[in-house]
């Protein structure tokens, strides 16, 4: 079964700082990743995927994030957060007709 | 956005009483799927459809049924609701040719047993 681990529930960094949030899957078979983004009172919303070939993943509001197998992880960067950007991360691995999501990390964005 | 509506979106019931919540698309998409959204567990599946009346059940299925009988539409039932149902309940939809499993998200309902 597929599974994905986020370390920290809770990141904060400073405004225009960088953003780590780190992700690890565990798959049987190569894997379809994700990253989604809940802004309060909101439902989730695609931020990258990565299906196959270039691993380095651009996705929307200057997020990316980078495929590394030998690592087994996922993580999501942005060179400078913005205030914008408090928001719950959930990184996610496709399995057998649905999606296992990881448990989330909320990112607090310091003035 | 797509066209993802949940209603309703805000309840409050009483413990042992039936709950419906209905999940409405407009972009006729093959897959259907009910979470609930807990702090500290992140989206847990509870049901979900890959077509009309198809359905399987996620991990935290016990307490909950569900119905599919157009592609539009898919209710989830709490047959007997309990306070450990009270939750943020989404809905997403997805079309598996194509774009691999990318789901989209409805806007969440909150229901409350007291």
């Known amino acids: 079964a597929q599974s994905v681990t986020q370390l920290g529930s809770h990141v904060s960094v400073s405004e225009g700082a960088l953003v780590l949030l780190r992700c690890n899957y565990s798959?049987?078979?190569?894997?379809?990743l994700f990253w989604y983004v809940q802004y309060p009172n909101q439902g989730l919303q695609l931020l990258l995927k990565y299906t196959t070939g270039a691993t380095l993943v651009k996705g929307i509001n200057g997020f990316e994030a980078e495929f590394k197998k030998s690592e087994t992880s996922f993580h999501l960067t942005k060179p400078s957060a913005h205030m914008s950007d408090a928001a719950e991360y959930f990184c996610a691995v496709k399995g057998y007709q649905k999606v296992t999501f990881g448990t989330g990390t909320k990112l607090q964005v310091i003035p | 956005d797509a066209g993802i509506t949940q209603s309703p979106r805000h309840k409050v019931t009483e413990t042992g009483t039936p709950v419906t919540l209905r999940c409405h698309q407009t972009e006729n998409h093959r897959y259907m799927y009910w979470y609930r959204q807990d702090p500290g567990h992140g989206l847990r599946l509870i049901h979900y459809?890959?077509?009309?009346?198809?359905?399987d059940k996620g991990e935290v299925s016990d307490g909950y049924s569900v119905s599919r009988s157009k592609t539009e539409d898919f209710l989830l039932t709490l047959e007997s609701a309990t306070s450990s149902q009270t939750s943020v309940y989404f809905c997403?939809?997805?079309?598996?040719?194509?774009?691999?499993?990318?789901?989209?998200f409805g806007p969440g309902t909150r229901l409350t047993v007291t």
């Open positions: 997403a939809i997805s079309e598996p040719v194509g774009e691999p499993y990318e789901q989209y």
């Open positions: 459809s890959y077509g009309v009346k198809d359905t």
């Open positions: 798959s049987s078979v190569p894997p379809y």
